[in-house]
């Protein structure tokens, strides 16, 4: 039987926290973190319907998430710098791609949830 060990807790969350503080030197992660704040932000000004804003939150995570497998995904390919086989530059690009496209999507999805409130907010 497995015990609830409070110590194994915090040092767990010291691991999470001290991966956020290296994650959050690189600039793309920087800006998402940006662009989050701004989201929430305006989830508080217009007073969003609850599946509204469980949709940007999770558009927002699912963001923040690739971003920081990404990360692990180029570190990891450069430890194999000194062997660099032709796909390293094409995982590091797919990954890329990855939040790209995720940080597409959840523009798309803000637009379509915040466009409405937007323009009665200024009408």
Request: aromatic share 14%; net charge positive.
């Amino acid at each position: 039987m497995m015990s609830f060990s409070f110590k194994k807790l915090t040092k767990s969350i010291s691991h999470a926290i001290r991966g956020l503080k290296f994650v959050s030197r690189e600039q793309n992660f920087r800006i998402q973190i940006f662009s989050t704040f701004c989201i929430i932000i305006l989830i508080l000004i217009f007073r969003l319907k609850v599946w509204e804003t469980v949709a940007l939150l999770m558009m927002v995570t699912l963001v923040l998430v690739l971003e920081i497998i990404n990360s692990i995904f180029e570190r990891i390919v450069d430890i194999l710098k000194p062997r660099v086989h032709p796909y390293a530059k094409t995982i590091k690009d797919m990954m890329a791609a990855a939040v790209l496209i995720a940080s597409f999507g959840a523009f798309l999805v803000g637009f379509l949830i915040l466009w409405p409130h937007i323009l009665i907010y200024f009408m």
